[in-house]
């Protein structure tokens, strides 16, 4: 299994450009989750899924919107770029929460670098 | 906001020794979880204790969970260097689909 691969690795945008950081996971997970990670901070939570068809909110959902149609992708578009949105964005996954009652261990990929100019 | 508030936010020690790690929130939760973050890498699950548990072992890892005082611990035994990274806290909320983390503790094992 590949767990939870994210692409691309690192990108350079201008401001006002839009883009998509794309999330697989081949682990037949339910919950899936984008974070964003600034310089010496904790994760913030940007969207999450908790299966396809159905996406919510998290902490810093504004300039960012997500969709599911299958359980292996979750793509996030970046609307129109900012330079507040440079940052390294992870992507999560985990299995249903419906069953556990709450998030459970999360599997994280590798994360893409975004600096916004 | 964040849920979880790690102490300390840096912490160095030499090889061998124990380092000790807290976490504290401020809502009921259902389980809180601890990670690990290689530099530049994604984070990497350690333990999980859900509510009604009150400590939990892997290989050097403890972790200990206070629900009356809304706080928990990780400690690591015998150190190495390997072990150098951040600790991040994450807590599922009571009823909450969403996990919140903290801002982590800086770990450096000096050999």
Known sequence: NAGVTQTPKFQVLKTGQSMTLQCAQDMNHEYMSWYRQDPGMGLRLIHYSVGAGITDQGEVPNGYNVSR????????????AAPSQTSVYFCASSYSILVAGGPETQYFGPGTRLLVL | SQQGEEDPQALSIQEGENATMNCSYKTSINNLQWYRQNSGRGLVHLILIRSNEREKHSGRLRVT?????????????????????????????????????????????NP
């Open chain 1, 69 to 80: 149609s299958t359980t292996e992708d979750f793509p996030l578009r970046l609307l129109s």
């Open chain 2, 65 to 109: 969970l206070d629900t009356s005082k809304k706080s928990s611990s990780l400690l690591i035994t015998a150190s190495r260097a390997a072990d150098t990274a951040s600790y991040f806290c994450a807590t599922a909320r009571e009823g909450a689909q969403k996990l919140v983390f903290g801002q982590g503790t800086r770990l450096t094992i």
